[in-house]
């Protein structure tokens, strides 16, 4: 309730010109928009250019915005429209295959750390635990930079999802509208993207720890 009624006044405060608030908004939201519009465009000027195209569609858009989706998954929305018609625009369609809840993602990491799906009791689950790093590891600044880049290594699609799920906070359903996947595309997703980064984690602290 106290949300909703923020975001109302939010709303109401951007309709009515209120520029500080406008303001605020693209402080919060501009990164992650430039990130979701990489998915679909070829480089970060252009998803940059997609996002500025946003905001103004934002601009334009407030009269009709009805409050049947949180205003940031609509945002969002008019985010991958106009990335998508960027996209066929400049002839780039290799991105829209990751989205299709059909494909059959990559491996994410080696099968035998997984116990066999027909274990009769844990299948899929890992054969060993990975074991807790020390907090101080993780809170180095050399730490955080390898984990940024372990991100920004993966395919678009899963950098756009970890990114909102864990960096963002989203929840699933919100990514789930935001990008227009499926829950198991999204469940996919999210969780190879989180062993990938995992996998880079621990092959760097191993190597720290030698």
């Known amino acids: 309730m106290a949300q909703a009624a923020a975001e109302h006044k939010l709303v109401e405060a951007l309709r ?13 939201y501009q990164p992650s928009l430039v990130r979701v519009a990489r998915i679909y465009v070829s480089n970060q000027a252009a998803a940059e250019d997609v996002a500025a195209e946003t905001w103004l569609g934002v601009l334009k858009g ?8 949180s205003l940031r998954t609509w945002i969002f929305r008019i985010l991958t429209n106009i990335a998508k018609t960027r996209a066929v625009r400049d002839g780039r369609t290799l991105p829209f295959s990751a989205l299709d809840p059909g494909r059959v993602p990559e491996a994410a990491v080696d099968a035998d750390r997984f116990l066999n799906p027909e274990h009769p009791r844990w299948p899929g689950h ?10 101080d590891a993780l809170l180095a600044a050399e730490t955080r930079e390898r984990l940024g880049e372990a991100i920004e290594a993966l395919p678009a699609t899963q950098r756009a999802v970890i990114s909102l799920r864990d960096i963002e906070g989203w929840s699933s359903e919100e990514v ?3 990008l227009g996947l499926s829950e198991t595309n999204q ?3 999210l969780h190879r993207a989180r062993s990938k ?13 030698t």
């Open 62 to 69: 407030l009269d009709r915005f009805e409050g049947r989706s």
């Open 126 to 135: 890992w054969a060993v635990k990975p074991e807790a790093w020390p907090e």
């Open 187 to 189: 469940r996919v997703l």
């Open 197 to 209: 980064v995992r996998a880079a984690l621990e092959e760097y602290l191993n190597e720290a720890g």
């Open 16 to 28: 009515a010109g209120d520029e500080e608030a406008f303001r605020e908004l693209v402080r919060e």
């Open 176 to 178: 789930r509208n935001a």
